[in-house]
């Protein structure tokens, strides 16, 4: 499936989460402090119970929570049109998104992985690069395509995880960086003028 990149219309940011929701505190707090260049309009949680959720109503933002089932697919699509929203942000989204949701949705959908894609996707990725025993780890911002944190990178940044000890300690250590690297990203996708090349993306 192609996905239309395109540079955006509007800096209406919808933010998906499923649990904790501390890279959607981060983002809320920047946007509060202008550090985020964009305004989170909408949050969604498929867990009605998501801790997350206290911050949107802290923040006084619109927000649902319903499962992510097939069947609820055109009502979420109908809430983010209705709502103008241009970017979806996946934070600890832990559901896949289907090829229809992505294909219908005009926007654009961006996804924050624990780890340097390709390397350690999927589930627990801050475990799996400790037991791997690699010395470096970090943060990917990608588009969301219909392969699972295969999308192309917006933005990485590398840290050293030798002297972490432990699987949590390089988890904390790559939070802290999540917190900063994701409002970054998407400043670039909200005010630069970008392309992609291929694999590469590429902005002024
Ligand atoms: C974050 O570490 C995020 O990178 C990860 O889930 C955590 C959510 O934390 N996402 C993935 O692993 C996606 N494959 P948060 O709910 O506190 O933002």
């Known amino acids: 499936m192609e996905i239309s990149y395109k ?34 309009s909408f949050i969604y949680s498929n867990e009605k119970n998501a801790l997350g959720l206290n911050y949107a109503k802290k923040f006084n933002k619109d927000f649902e929570s319903f499962p992510y089932k097939k069947k609820n697919e055109g009502h979420l699509l109908r809430i983010l049109k209705a709502k103008n929203i241009d970017i979806i ?16 949705f005009k926007g654009l959908i961006v ?20 037991d791997y025993g690699t010395k470096i780890s970090g943060v990917t911002v990608h588009f969301v395509d219909n392969d699972l944190d295969g999308g192309i990178i917006i933005k990485q940044r590398a840290i050293n995880i030798e002297n972490c000890g432990n699987a ?5 250590k790559i939070l802290r960086l999540e917190h900063k690297i994701y409002t970054e ?20």
Not at 16 to 32: D, H, P, T, V, Y
Not at 89 to 102: D, E, N, T, V, W
Not at 111 to 130: D, R, T
């Open 7 to 40: 540079n955006l219309n509007s800096r209406r940011v919808a933010v998906f989460i499923s649990g904790r929701g501390s890279n959607l505190k981060a983002m809320l707090n920047n946007e509060k402090n202008r550090i985020l260049n964009g305004e989170i």
């Open 89 to 104: 942000a996946l934070a600890g989204f832990m559901k896949i998104l289907s090829s229809h949701f992505i294909a219908k």
């Open 111 to 130: 996804n924050i992985h624990p780890a340097l894609l390709p390397s350690f996707p999927g589930l627990n990725a801050q475990k799996q690069a400790y």
């Open 168 to 172: 949590d300690a390089v988890t904390k």
């Open 185 to 204: 990203a998407l400043n670039i996708l909200l005010t630069k003028k970008w392309h992609i090349e291929g694999r590469h993306f590429i902005y002024e």
